[in-house]
């Protein structure tokens, strides 16, 4: 599964934008206040919706008006769209999902929920979920081709106006495409690591299949790795020892408590350190080998600055990983400010963003003569991007 394009309609700083021809690996550069983090938001934003509801995903982010761009009536919708790719029937198929939100006496609703792909090679996309305000339809045979428009089986439901169709419906397996975009959903990682949740102690028993948003659980994760997967913990550690000078072994220790320690080894020292005393940057470099070294990659991975607490010239590399990752089969979307980190991006993976009367811009790198022209010639996008080529983008 893969995101082709984003649509956005006043949401936050994005009073009407589209990203089309979206890479596998996508890199995002902009000022501070541009609207990088609101522009991965977007993806957060859904998730919240469909794991609570529209209105609480509204209120974690200061309710409806501060969600709405500045400048808009009563009346305004905020809209988004999202275009993926998605195998139905053997088919693979731009699937468009289009979501709308107003506000009511106070309280948010869901005033237009669709989820719709053309049933064949040629005429309109099909709705095959359509929801208004709480009411609307599914189809439930929709991989039977055969079958006209008018024989379709419609399955009428009537849901809270808050609620996401998706929600239910994305359930059950005869809604195809909804149950698909829901697991999509589900499983997008919009990570917020934080390296003070990351160290100490935790408990034994939890979550351990995938490392958390906030990086909290690491310490389940890499023992469920180096347990289930040794020849994969052990990559983890030969990268490491490449990386971080010094470490030459990283072990999950269990204390008398239940609880879970990591211990990183030093060559020159018989005794290892335990994450308390291990310089920001290893817990980082380790959490996001982790998360990048993941079994089972997330279908969307979206990292703000990665560069932070991290040496220079380790980015390179590191940019290298995200792309690998995306390779394997989850879509990457990476924010920088690193000239470092962007040397080692390629010119169609890379969009900027400019603030223009209050309001953000998204330019592809791809699209702009000059800074095509430069590349063609070998230089580096770190390197334009530190003098100044990106038009607009300097604070």
């Not at 509801?53 to 409806?64: E, H, K, M």
């Not at 072990?251 to 920001?280: C, H, M, N, W």
């Not at 990476?334 to 811009?361: C, I, M």
């Amino acid at each position: 599964m893969h995101i082709v394009s984003l649509k956005l309609e006043n949401f936050k700083a994005f009073k009407e934008v589209e990203i089309t021809d979206i890479p596998t690996y996508c890199v995002v550069v902009g000022a501070n206040g541009t609207g990088k983090s609101t522009l991965f938001d977007v993806f957060g934003f859904l998730k919240d919706c469909l794991t609570f509801n529209v209105r609480q995903a509204l209120q974690g982010r200061g309710g409806f008006k501060e969600v709405i761009s500045r400048g808009c009536t009563a009346k305004d919708l905020i809209k988004l769209q999202i275009q993926f790719r998605l195998d139905i029937a053997g088919v693979n198929r731009l699937v468009t999902y289009i979501l709308e939100i107003g506000q009511a006496k106070g309280r948010p609703y869901v005033a237009k929920e669709i989820l719709r792909y053309k049933r064949g090679r040629y005429g309109s996309p099909f709705h095959f979920l359509d929801f208004s305000n709480g009411s609307g339809y599914a189809i439930r045979n929709e991989e039977d081709f055969k079958k006209t428009d008018e024989e379709l089986d419609r399955e009428e439901q009537n849901l809270s106006p808050d609620t996401l169709a998706i929600k239910g419906l994305g359930q059950f397996e005869r809604f195809k495409a909804a149950n698909a975009f829901r697991q999509l959903l589900e499983n997008w990682h919009v990570s917020d690591f934080h390296i003070n949740l990351a160290r100490g102690s935790k408990d034994a028993l939890g979550y351990d299949e995938h490392l958390s948003v906030t990086g909290d659980n690491l310490q389940r994760v890499a023992r469920n790795i180096f347990e289930n997967d040794p020849e994969r913990f052990q990559q983890i550690i030969e990268v490491m020892k490449h990386r971080v000078p010094g470490v030459s072994n990283i072990e999950t220790i269990a204390t008398q408590d239940g609880r879970l320690l990591l211990s990183f080894s030093d060559g020159a020292f018989s005794d290892p350190f335990i994450d308390k005393y291990v310089s920001d940057g290893t817990i980082k470099m380790f959490a996001y080998l982790v998360l990048l070294y993941d079994p089972n990659p997330h279908p969307l991975l979206c990292v703000e600055e990665p560069e932070n607490q991290l040496y220079p010239t380790l980015l390179w590399e590191l940019a290298e990983e995200f792309r690998a990752y995306a390779q394997r089969g989850g879509q990457v979307f990476v924010s920088t400010h690193s000239p470092d980190f962007l040397n080692a991006v390629r010119l169609d993976e890379v969009f900027w963003l400019v603030k223009k009367d209050g309001y953000t811009q998204i330019h592809r790198a791809a699209d702009n003569a000059q800074l095509k022209a430069f590349m063609d010639e070998g230089d580096q996008m770190g390197y334009l991007w530190k003098e100044g080529f990106f038009e607009g983008a300097s604070p």
